[in-house]
């Protein structure tokens, strides 16, 4: 069954913003680990920003300053706010979760073994 769910996705202008979300079910609200990827047609997915329970964050130089992840537990959502896209962020995008209660590294990026269907963005 499915366990994260992305909204949010669409087309952009450069310059542009988005905020992406992430459903999160019950059984996974509990993972200690949280992670947003993209994958561009032709390559390979990419880690874009993670998050542990602690609230400490980390982004790849390609996005940081421009990318912030949240998670709001009461809703059980994780969120990803883009601001200032470039056509390079182009892809489709995947919340991301380890494996409810067990320890994990967030800035693994191998770690991350649930995952969503992503949602498509589309900057021109």
Sequence with gaps: HV???ESGG???QAGGSLTLSCAISEYLINANCWAWFRQAPGKER???ANIN???MTSYPDSVKGRFTIAKDNAKRTLYLQMHDLKPEDT???YCAATEP???CRATDWSTYTNWGQGTQ???S
């Design 3 to 5: 366990q994260l769910v």
């Design 10 to 12: 669409g087309s952009v």
């Design 53 to 55: 329970t602690s609230e």
């Design 101 to 103: 209660y067990r320890l």
């Design 46 to 48: 990419e880690g874009v």
């Design 121 to 123: 963005v589309t900057v």
């Design 91 to 93: 892809g489709n995008y």
